[in-house]
């Protein structure tokens, strides 16, 4: 469903459960940073009033999300870390052109947060399969669910507002670009690292 071209090697489920701690204020900031992706595309596309309205849910419920991450931080007696370089978002981010039409500018987003969303699902299912912790592993299935959503609304609206052909093969580019990256990450319990 997700079409990623490289899956994340199961054996990185043994990196995060090393140190929980460690994902769990990743996961904290990714999902700041989704809101942030939300509000961004509310202030850069104002005059896509259906985005709009689908980006100010998607706030509610990232900072939600954000939340129960933090929730759990407390209740294992920790802090909130400091956020890090997301190694992959950076990565992922140099992929297509900079500039182009306001439509080019829209599509190439919204691709970028339905490539980010569907490499979070992933990860998610994966903590969700494997985790020892089996309250933290239904907490990742339940959050699976919703980055699976935001996945295909991103993409649907990338098809909604672009060339649907011209966007299918953007996707797909991306996807190639996006495995090679992978190639090199899986190596620390970071959700996309």
């Known amino acids: 469903m997700l079409g990623l071209k490289l ?3 199961p054996r990185w489920v043994n990196i995060v459960e090393k140190n929980i701690d460690d994902i769990l204020t ?3 900031f990714c999902e700041q ?3 942030a ?3 961004s595309l509310i202030v850069s596309f104002p005059e896509y009033t259906e985005l709009v309205q689908e980006m100010v849910a998607l706030t509610r419920e990232e900072m939600g999300h954000f939340k129960m991450v933090h929730d759990r931080i407390i209740a ?3 802090t909130l870390g400091r956020d890090r ?3 992959y978002v950076v990565d992922l981010l140099k992929f297509f052109p900079k500039g182009g039409s306001r439509t080019t500018q829209l599509v190439h987003r919204l691709l970028y947060a339905a490539l980010i969303e569907a490499r979070s699902c992933e990860r998610f299912r994966l903590l969700s399969e494997e985790l020892a912790d089996k309250e933290l592993a239904e907490f990742y299935r339940k959050l699976m669910v919703s980055e699976a959503g935001h996945y295909t609304m991103f993409l649907n609206f990338a098809r909604q507002y672009g060339d649907r052909d011209e966007v299918d093969q953007k996707w797909q ?3 190639e670009y996006e495995a090679t990256l992978m190639k090199n990450l899986g ?3 970071n959700v996309h690292g």
């Open 7 to 9: 899956p994340t090697d």
């Open 26 to 28: 990743d996961h904290a």
């Open 33 to 35: 940073k989704a809101a």
């Open 37 to 39: 992706t939300a509000i």
């Open 76 to 78: 294992r007696g920790k």
């Open 85 to 87: 370089k997301d190694k």
């Open 173 to 175: 580019d991306l996807l």
């Open 187 to 189: 190596a620390t319990g």
